[in-house]
């Protein structure tokens, strides 16, 4: 089974600074892909950034990016010159490639949630 | 549609009576997928349809729980003879190919079990 873990359950950042997120996960499997997602207060989760783990190259998204470290399994989220509107719950998610049983399927963390200070 | 919408947004039940939550998915879209989200918590996968096929309904936690999508778009999830400890937020989630991963997910329906 494959589990996600996020570190820390709340953080802050003063508006148009850099702030990092936490995510470990553990699988056996060697095809996957991480996903975070954004919950703001109203509940609806939109998708920030995905993460191929065959890609070596971290993926970008404006001023959002990972750190994918495969080896280490961490995918880390950095979101740069932070606005108030990134004020959120955020989750990593983890997902296995198609070839393999109960492909499709997330598995997420428990959430970070940011507060962007003005 | 524009996105996928859950009906209704808030539910409130008396313990012991069934409820059925809807899922309108984006039009097109192959893969349907439901989760349970308790309070401060991240959601947690209950079942998954690849058009009306129910292809992995792993995490329904009892035999309570029913899903289906008789006609590969609309989804309902059934929940009978409510229980406490089955209020939470339901997430409905789709995604337009089989095996694409990026998933839309619907604003949810709270559920709350007196």
């Known amino acids: 089974a494959q589990t996600v873990t996020q570190s820390q359950p709340e953080m802050s950042v003063q508006e148009a600074e850099t702030v990092t997120l936490s995510c470990t996960y553990d699988t056996s499997e060697n095809n996957y892909y991480l996903f975070w997602y954004k919950q703001p207060p109203s509940r609806q989760m939109i998708l920030v950034i995905r993460?191929?783990?065959?890609?070596?190259q971290n993926a970008t998204e404006n001023r959002f990016s990972v750190n994918f470290q495969k080896a280490a399994k961490s995918f880390s989220l950095k979101i740069s010159d932070s606005q108030l509107g990134d004020t959120a719950m955020y989750f990593c998610?983890?997902?296995?490639?198609?070839?393999?049983?109960?492909?499709?399927?997330?598995?997420f963390g428990d959430g970070t949630t940011l507060t962007v200070k003005p | 549609g524009a996105g996928v919408s859950q009906s209704p947004r808030y539910k409130v039940a008396k313990r012991g009576q069934d409820v059925a939550l809807r899922c309108d998915p984006i039009?097109?879209?192959?893969?349907l997928f439901w989760y349970q989200q308790a309070l401060g918590q991240g959601p947690e996968f209950l079942t998954y349809f690849q058009n009306e096929a129910q292809l992995d309904k792993s995490g329904l936690p009892s035999d309570r729980f029913f899903a289906e999508r008789p006609e590969g778009s609309v989804s309902t999830l059934k929940i009978q003879r409510t229980q406490q400890e089955d209020s939470a937020v339901y997430l409905c989630?789709?995604?337009?190919?089989?095996?694409?991963?990026?998933?839309?997910f619907g604003p949810g329906t709270r559920l709350t079990v007196t």
């Open positions: 998610a983890f997902t296995l490639s198609p070839a393999l049983t109960n492909a499709g399927k997330s598995t």
């Open positions: 039009s097109g879209h192959v893969s």
């Open positions: 989630a789709s995604s337009a190919e089989s095996y694409t991963y990026e998933q839309y």
């Open positions: 993460q191929e783990a065959y890609k070596q």
